[in-house]
């Protein structure tokens, strides 16, 4: 008996070893399993960006390479037509412009074709794989090139620019209260700084201030004049506020943890 206790106590550290390497592999599984999921995520929208752009419809997409592709993407034919008797004699005396038109044309060949070696790479593959992979990447490039169109129209908008500007303003007025806490008290942490209070009175403040600049201008029509210095003032008395109260409060349960020991050896 004394033995097998023996073996088991020499057993165990071993085992204990091999079960710590067992799950380290398997968080490395795991994590690489994660980055391989995403890589491929990412790799799969990149590529229905890419044809999306490149492709119109399903229908461009699955057409025939040998008769779709170059008439989609060539040039239309121009024809030319030389009268000798209104040749200009002095070609050098047309002002320059001709330069301009051919740089102008030859950046667009190139354009072309640069677009049109990507869809003859694409339109090689056979049809059927297209039709399986191309299609719904296809779907999923467009669906995201309409998405950044929509935020960017969005964020070109005035009513939301001027909504990210007060945010912005908030994110500030936040930052300058951290500055001027750690200034008075250096051990405060930050997390404890911004706490539910702090961000409600700068949310509050910032919206205040944010409804009154939409409505003076409509009642005051030298609000224009003093616009930034309003903006200045309440910036600066959210921030005011804001620090004072978080400070008092501070100082005050401080004083009261100090008091607490004190009255303990009193009683």
């Known amino acids: 008996m004394e033995e097998k206790e023996i073996n088991e106590e020499i057993e165990s550290p071993v085992e204990s070893t091999e079960k710590k390497a067992e799950s380290r592999l398997k968080r490395r599984l795991k994590k690489i399993r994660r980055h391989t999921v995403q890589s491929a995520i990412a790799l799969a929208a990149s590529a229905g960006v890419l044809i999306g752009g490149l492709f119109n419809s399903p ?81 999923v490039g467009c669906a995201l090139i309409a998405l950044f169109n929509a935020v960017l129209s969005a964020l070109l908008s005035p009513v939301l620019a001027a909504l990210l500007g007060w945010v912005l303003t908030a994110a500030v007025i936040l930052l300058c209260i951290v ?54 003032t309440g910036a600066g008395a959210v921030l005011a506020t804001a620090s004072s109260v978080f400070i008092r409060r501070e100082k005050k349960n401080s004083i009261k943890i100090e008091e607490a020991p004190a009255g303990e050896n009193a009683g």
Request: charged letters at 25%.
């Open 59 to 139: 229908a461009d997409l699955l057409q025939d390479p040998t008769t779709g592709v170059d008439r989609a993407l060539a040039p239309a034919a121009i024809e030319m037509v030389i009268d000798e008797s209104d040749e200009d004699p002095d070609p050098d005396t047309d002002g320059g412009d001709g330069g301009d038109a051919a740089a102008q044309a030859d950046d667009e060949e190139k354009r072309r074709g640069v677009k049109g070696a990507l869809r003859s790479i694409i339109l090689k593959t056979p049809k059927s794989i297209r039709a399986v992979f191309g299609i719904p990447m296809w779907a």
């Open 179 to 232: 500055g001027t806490v750690k200034t008075v008290l250096p051990d405060v942490p930050m997390k404890k700084i911004l706490n539910k209070n702090t961000i409600l009175i700068v949310v509050c403040g910032v919206a205040f201030f944010a409804a009154a600049d939409s409505i003076l201008p409509l009642v005051w029509t030298g609000y224009a004049a003093v616009r930034n210095i309003l903006r200045f």
